[in-house]
Every structure is written in structure tokens, then in C-alpha cells.
């Protein structure tokens, strides 16, 4: 088969990225043809593809110094070349559009989609497939709903993102893709040892659902240090606003490379290679993921309720045991409740803290992780998980 997988995201790229980026792999190496596919609408942008149709476009996930980046060649698609765009899609067996279609943004309006993207959807006769990475598709991308029937199937990364599309009426046919990550399960499956240090992973976004303030609150009543990644709006504005809260939680801030807290439990390492961060977890016991609670509130966040990204099962991949809230995993998502230490429903940062020491001794770790391993490795093999989602539904 000859696969495009379509992908519109300028920014924030994150998980979806690698997605993509994995989609493309993993499709080669079961002996398919298959490329990234992105476009722009201006005859000025660079490195325009030529619609060469005995080739292919290419592209490459780099990092920089603000984090994820795809360099790739594009594909012009405006009003004045839509009949080219369309005879070079119709070359291709299959497209996937990651996420659905291009962000709303401020200098994106409806028109513009009309104009300049609708047609890659309604006017292509190849299968198509729409693959929601993220819960997020009402703010981000609501032109879903103006093509979303031209597909043949809709899948979602995890149910959380299932039940956003269906209770939002956009779609009632949605299914998991258990698609994971190609060069984590790679080096999963040749890590024959593992050196483990006792210390706890945050290597989230930087983002408010993810609840970075409760992460610094909760720090510093911990028995073990934590090394934080990545950056981001809300960690400038907990430096900025929250500057006790900070200076006391954080031991090192390699992003502005301050010391501020020598008995700080937080080293914040800010955007790594990748290399940097999967050495980090494949050695940490432990991983911390504060999705699924309001840190504002204390409550339950309803969107969140059987969230899971990407790095929740990299993490297991690797031998990182997460502690996940009780109200992600089972019976809200299927990640099963002894491939994690469920945490109860609180962000009061003593309570939590009190829980996360009482149950990060090496014994639990032992109790878990290669059975967390065991179970990711399977349920999210990229190969398997592509071959029945992509290949065998249109063979």
C-alpha cells in the first residue's frame, strides 16, 4: 500500500508528532510505502513539494531549543492548484489525518478551510482514516465536523478521547488505536538490565490539566527528588507568580541554570534530547502524573476522567512505574490497575505526598513494573497495533 499520513500542527507538537512521525515508520517497516504529508497555502513557503508522483515527500523529527519540530517538505494547496493537490492524493491507498485538521487560530477562519483544505478531505476517493490524539478537538480543530463523515473509520488514542468525540455528537463510530511508540518499544525490548535510582519523573508538559502547581506543593514533603522536563506557559507563570512555592520546591533550574534550593527536591532539566529523557526512564522508578484532577479546585476534571498519553506508556515500556489518579485507569481506561499505583482522588499536597511515600519503597516497584512492562509492550506493539488498524480493515 502507498500510506500519506496527514499532519497540520504548527506548534505544540508533542505527542501527536511523535504519532505521526510513528505512523510513518512503522508503516515502512511492514513493507509499505508511506511518507508525512503537510501543506501550506502560500506559493511563497519553503521547501514546496513538486507533486512528483513517482516520489515522495520527506521529513524529519528534530528537536530545538523550544522543544518538538518536524522539518518537511510541503504540499501547495490553495484555490488555484486544488485539481493537482486532489490528482496527487488519489495517487495514495490510504491517508491517515492525525489530530483531524488544521488548527483554529487567529488567522485561520472557516473560509480558509473552505478554501484551502476542505477538498483534501471530500474530494479524495482513496481510504481515509482520522486519528484524535488529544481531547481537545472543539477548541483546536472544529472543521472535524465538516468532514469527518468522508471517513472511513475514526480512531482515538485513548477512551478518554473516544468519549469526547461521541458525547460531543461529532461522531458515534470511534475506536481505540493501542498505538504506541516505535524507537521506546525498540529500547524496551533490548534493555536486557535496568540500573534503577529511586527518584520520581515528571516529564509533562508544562500545561494546567497537568497540574505542575501541585507537583512543586506536593515536592517538597517527598522522601525521593524529582526531575522535571520540559517548559511552558504555566512554568513561567509559577516562577513568575508563585516564586515561595518555587524557589522552595526547586533544588536546580537548568532552564534559567540557577540554583535556588539546596534542599529543594525538584531539578528541573527543561527541553532535552530524547536520548536524555528515555535514560531517564529507563533508570527512575517512578513516574507522576497529576492528569485527571483539578489542582484549582480539588476536584475530579470530568475531560480527564480515563485520560493516558504517550508517555504514561513509554514510561511503563522502560520500566517506570506510574502513579496515576484512581479515576484514569481501570475501570475508566484500559490500563489495568496493577500495571500502576492508582492514587486516590486528592491534590491536598500532605495527603498526597504522605500516599506517594508509603508506596514508593523498592519492593512495590518490584511488584509492578514488569508486569506494567509485560502489558504495554503487547497491548501497545506499533507493528501489531498499525497492521490491524491500518492495513487489515482495507486489505
Not at 476517493?125 to 488529544?134: A, Y
Request: hydrophobic content about 35%.
Amino acid at each position: 500500500m502507498k500510506i500519506g499520513i496527514c499532519f497540520f500542527m504548527e506548534s505544540n507538537l508533542g505527542g501527536a508528532a511523535t504519532q505521526a512521525d510513528d505512523l510513518v515508520t512503522a508503516a515502512r517497516r511492514l513493507g509499505h510505502k508511506a511518507c508525512l504529508l503537510r501543506f501550506a497555502t502560500s506559493p511563497r513557503s519553503k521547501n514546496l513539494w513538486q507533486y512528483d508522483k513517482k516520489k515522495m515527500p520527506t521529513h524529519k523529527l528534530c528537536f530545538n531549543g523550544s522543544g518538538l519540530k518536524i522539518e518537511s517538505q510541503r504540499l501547495l494547496t490553495n484555490q488555484n492548484n486544488a485539481e493537482q493537490v486532489i490528482e496527487y492524493l488519489n495517487t495514495f491507498d490510504l491517508l491517515i489525518y492525525v489530530g483531524g485538521c488544521p488548527h483554529i487560530t487567529r488567522d485561520f477562519e472557516a473560509q480558509d478551510f473552505n478554501d484551502c483544505y476542505k477538498h483534501l478531505y471530500t474530494d479524495v476517493n482513496c481510504n481515509k482514516v482520522m486519528f484524535f490524539t488529544d481531547p481537545f478537538w472543539q477548541n483546536l480543530y472544529p472543521y472535524a465536523k465538516d468532514v469527518i463523515d468522508n471517513m472511513n473509520l475514526v480512531y482515538a488514542f485513548a477512551e478518554a478521547y473516544r468519549r469526547m468525540v461521541v458525547d460531543s455528537g461529532l461522531h458515534n463510530d470511534v475506536r481505540v488505536c493501542n498505538f504506541g511508540v516505535v524507537d521506546v518499544a525498540d529500547r524496551a525490548k533490548k534493555l536486557t538490565t535496568r540500573r534503577s535510582k529511586n527518584t520520581i519523573l515528571w516529564p509533562h508538559q508544562w500545561r494546567s490539566w497537568k497540574n505542575p502547581e501541585t507537583l512543586l506543593k506536593v515536592a517538597p514533603l517527598l522522601r525521593n527528588g524529582v526531575h522535571a522536563y520540559s517548559n511552558g506557559i504555566e512554568y513561567h507563570k509559577l516562577r513568575r507568580d508563585q516564586r515561595k512555592v518555587f524557589n522552595t520546591a526547586v533544588k536546580y533550574d537548568h532552564i534559567k541554570d540557577e540554583s535556588l534550593n539546596p534542599e529543594g527536591k525538584v531539578t528541573i532539566f527543561g527541553v532535552v534530547e530524547r536520548e536524555g529523557i528515555l535514560d531517564d526512564m529507563s533508570t527512575c522508578r517512578w513516574m507522576l502524573d497529576l492528569t485527571g484532577m483539578s489542582g484549582r479546585t480539588g476536584k475530579p476534571i470530568n475531560k480527564f476522567v480515563g485520560n493516558y498519553q504517550c508517555v504514561n506508556i513509554e514510561c511503563m515500556m522502560l520500566g517506570c512505574v506510574n502513579f496515576k489518579y484512581e479515576n484514569t485507569v481501570e475501570p475508566y481506561s484500559q490500563i489495568p490497575i496493577d500495571c500502576v499505583i492508582p492514587m486516590p482522588l486528592i491534590t491536598e499536597p500532605k495527603e498526597l505526598a504522605q500516599f506517594i511515600n508509603r508506596n514508593s519503597g523498592p519492593s512495590r516497584y518490584s511488584e509492578i513494573a514488569e508486569r506494567a512492562q509485560k502489558w504495554s509492550l503487547d497491548k501497545f506493539d506499533p507493528e501489531k497495533v498499525f497492521q490491524q488498524c491500518f492495513i487489515t480493515p482495507f486489505e
